[in-house]
């Protein structure tokens, strides 16, 4: 239900979604289970904080079993606009257990817009916002609530602290060796749909075949870690990547030089963080996404006297 009912929408993919009553029936099960093992464990004055679509029928749970405790919930996902959420059957009854918390927090002022215009446009509530980027008050569903952007960031001096020793680390030097003088394009996504990577190679494809002076003068390399194994979508993303480095690779490349270097694995922040100090292009292009902190991470990692330069 989380993977393929609830993620596609908030990232613009109706065409993706698969409505499963079982699956629903499933998630909230799920959602009563956590709910149940919880209970037993709270205090009058502890506060709940709970993260993510996995969870939105939680708070709901907990409020059936009694407890009146302050709750918020943070989305770490875009939230889709309402005329893809309302493609949902049970769409109402999602809306009306994310308003079972106190806080409801969002990464930007569009999916807060996206959750106030449901609530004017699909329930009898009502909103009092403060500013495109202020709080809004919810009245809906027998509830008040509160609803607020918080973009997430990350470490930026621990980040910075460590690139400039990851730098000069053991694998940035055998990457730096590798490219023999070329320049280097890093791009450092999750395997997943909304990161558009299938027409990330083909942009690059085309450059290469465009501007051949770039020929034999560039990397590109892509790691991709693996995500939810079990989901065809995925399978088949995963299977579309290896195919498509194979063929620009076998198009382009030359005995000493390989265009795209594709891996399908995870590194550490480490490792990660002295790739992205000696890469020249940061390439972050998803075709929808929550706060996305590769972008942020490039930039923390870059050398203040040479930096490169973020695409996003």
């Not at 990232?11 to 079982?22: E, K």
């Not at 464990?41 to 708070?59: A, C, E």
């Not at 606009?81 to 927090?105: F, K, Q, S």
């Amino acid at each position: 239900c989380a993977n393929q009912t609830l993620w596609p929408p908030g990232h613009c993919r109706l065409g993706l979604t698969s409505v499963n009553r079982r699956t629903r029936e499933g998630y909230e099960r799920v959602n009563a289970y956590f709910a149940d093992k919880l209970e037993p464990l709270l205090r009058t004055d502890d506060m709940i904080w709970v993260h993510d679509y996995h969870l939105i029928p939680f708070g709901d749970e907990l409020r059936r079993r009694g407890c009146s405790q302050r709750m918020g919930f943070f989305l770490h996902t875009p939230f889709p606009p309402p005329e893809l959420l309302t493609a949902l059957p049970n769409h109402r009854d999602l809306i009306r257990e994310l308003c079972a918390y106190d806080l409801v927090g969002f990464h930007t002022a569009t999916d807060l817009r996206g959750f106030c215009d449901y609530i004017r446009t699909e329930t009898d509530g009502t909103v009092e916002q403060r500013g495109a980027y202020g709080t809004a008050t919810i009245r809906a569903f027998g509830r008040t609530l509160l609803a607020k952007v918080f973009p997430i960031s990350i470490d930026t001096e621990a980040l910075e602290s460590l690139a400039r020793t990851a730098g000069r680390s053991r694998q940035a030097e055998r990457l730096r060796e590798s490219l023999v003088g070329r320049r280097l394009i890093i791009g450092v996504d999750r395997l997943d749909y909304s990161k558009g990577l299938p027409q990330r190679f083909a942009a690059f494809e085309q450059l290469l075949e465009s501007y051949p002076e770039h020929c034999n003068r560039v990397s590109f390399l892509q790691v991709a870690p693996p995500s939810r194994e079990d989901v065809p979508e995925y399978i088949a993303i995963r299977r579309e990547l290896s195919e498509m480095a194979g063929r620009i690779n076998g198009r382009f490349a030359e005995f000493d030089w390989q265009p795209i270097r594709y891996l399908n694995r995870s590194f550490g922040q480490r490792v990660l963080a002295g790739f992205y100090r000696l890469a020249n292009v940061g390439l972050v292009t998803p075709l929808r996404d929550g706060m996305n902190l590769v972008a942020k991470e490039y930039v923390a990692c870059q050398d203040a006297d040479d930096p490169g330069v973020l695409v996003l």
